[in-house]
């Protein structure tokens, strides 16, 4: 009979996390290592990634520090390659990376606008999943976690690059836990609400939007990184080995409250901070 530790750690797993260095990819990782899984760190700043690192080495797991670009698919490989020979194989898959650099209105909005958030939110995942999956399908087992968001769940207006490609990463979740599970392969997605990051900073620093969008959070505040740290553990793990092509929200109610669509009037009269 497995045990509660047995059940919700990770110890012997190799994970690679995307987005490592700050927000939610970072909670993960030092909530993994802390659930005894080595961790393989991808994104761009070597610095904060090199801190991370101290930080999983100082709860006793090993980390590799990856200066990446997601988006560059050379790179991706390279990671991919690093991390095998350096633990051996990996276990588990965050897809964490993403965010935007353009929001208004649908019509104002440019192809390149489209493409460069569908590469870095979507894209990427695809790439990922594809040449991971081959490695996790040949050994007959793997966990994938795609980071997704309530944005791709129930639409935002002004952000509507970011809610497309959200939603196509919760179709893909589906459709390939669809096609995997008979071979032990495991696709699961987390959808949080309105987490205070880095990403959200623009939202959370000014006082009248962030009024505004807490009003349709029954919760009442902003979430915090760490909020997301126990779906994460327990869909990676062995409490989970039966669940797959799920979504998890982690929002605060915010999905279920009657009152949510006031936030997508807020938003949509135009109030996206500068």
Same mark, same amino acid.
């Given at each position: ?21 700050? /927000?939610? $990819? ?20 070597? @610095? ?9 080495? $100082? ?7 990856? @200066? ?10 390279? +990671?991919?390659?690093? *991390? ?30 489209? =493409? ?6 979507? !894209? ?21 976690? #795609? ?6 769940? %129930? /639409? ?16 893909? @979740?589906? +459709?390939? %836990?669809?096609? &995997? ?6 696709? #699961?997605?987390?959808?949080?609400? &309105?987490?205070?990051? !880095?990403? *959200?900073?623009?939202?959370? +620093?000014?006082?009248?939007? =962030?009024? $505004?969008?807490? =009003? ?7 979430? !915090? ?13 062995? +409490?989970?080995?039966?669940? =797959?092509? *799920?979504?998890? *929200? ?7 409250? %009657? ?16």
């Amino acid at each position: 009979m497995s045990t509660t530790s047995d059940l919700f750690g990770l110890t012997g797993r190799t994970a690679l996390i995307t987005g490592a260095s700050r /927000g939610i $990819g970072r909670a993960i990782a030092l909530g993994y290592a802390g659930a005894g899984a080595d961790i393989a760190l991808l994104a761009r700043s070597t @610095t904060a990634l090199e801190e991370l690192a101290g930080e999983i080495e $100082g709860l006793g797991r090993r980390a590799l520090v990856l @200066t990446c670009d997601v988006t560059d698919r050379d790179q991706l490989r390279h +990671s991919i390659v690093s *991390t095998i020979t350096e633990f051996g194989q990996i276990d588990i898959l965050v897809n964490n990376a993403g965010g935007f650099s353009h929001a208004g209105p649908f019509v104002d909005l440019q192809p390149q606008d489209w =493409s460069e958030v569908m590469q870095l939110n979507f !894209e990427t995942v695809v790439f990922l999943c594809r040449e991971l999956g081959r490695h996790f399908l040949k050994r007959g087992s793997g966990s994938v976690l #795609n980071i997704s968001s309530i944005a791709g769940t %129930a /639409g935002v207006p002004m952000l509507s690059t970011y809610a497309a490609a959200k939603a196509a990463i919760v179709s893909l @979740t589906r +459709s390939l %836990a669809a096609e &995997w599970s008979s071979h032990g392969v495991r696709v #699961n997605a987390l959808t949080p609400g &309105w987490i205070s990051t !880095e990403l *959200t900073k623009t939202f959370a +620093s000014d006082p009248e939007a =962030s009024a $505004g969008l807490l =009003s349709a959070v029954p919760a009442g505040r902003w979430g !915090e990184p760490e909020d997301v740290v126990g779906a994460a553990i327990f869909l990676a793990g062995d +409490s989970a080995r039966l669940i =797959s092509g *799920t979504c998890l *929200t982690i929002d605060g109610a915010t999905t279920a409250y %009657a009152g949510g669509p006031a936030m997508l009037q807020f938003l949509g009269l135009g109030r996206i901070p500068a």
